[in-house]
């Protein structure tokens, strides 16, 4: 009797080795990265400095962008405008002093997650005897 000996099999290259690698990279660069801070506003404030005779005039989404204020409430209710708390008397006199500086702007409101509804209610009350007619609410989704 003869007995062969099998030709050995090529050496398979297994994935999973990269794929654990991957995984730790990935899982690594979710938790070192920074979050977008909801605070910021993309907007395109026209300049003082620029010329008279380099009127550019603002496209669409810029326009857009000028004409909206964001105005958070604060886990205890007070409304916040670019990082500073107002009363809710401020908070009118301010929204109307821009109104007067930016025809048709949008008034979005982020409520914290802590504030009560009635701090909102308050907010939007005071918005609206601030003449603001775009009022919108932001409610952020928070993945289950």
Do not use: C, H, W
Request: hydrophobic content about 50%; cysteine-free.
């Amino acid at each position: 009797m003869e007995l062969r000996r099998s030709r050995p099999q090529k050496t398979l290259i297994s994935l999973v080795p990269m794929i654990d690698v991957m995984l730790i990279l990935l899982v690594f660069f979710m938790v070192t990265s920074t979050y977008l801070d909801l605070d910021i506003i993309p907007t395109v404030e026209q300049s003082e400095e620029r010329a008279p005779e380099d009127p550019a005039p603002p496209t669409a989404g810029a326009q857009a962008a000028v004409n909206t204020l964001l105005v958070r409430i604060s886990p205890a209710g007070d409304p916040v405008i670019r990082g500073q708390s107002l009363s809710v008397a401020g908070l009118i006199a301010r929204v109307e002093e821009a109104q007067t500086q930016q025809a048709g702007l949008q008034v979005l409101v982020l409520p914290s997650g802590q504030a009560t509804l009635q701090a909102l209610v308050s907010v939007v009350d005071a918005l609206t005897r601030a003449g603001v007619q775009r009022l919108r609410v932001i409610r952020l989704e928070v993945a289950p």
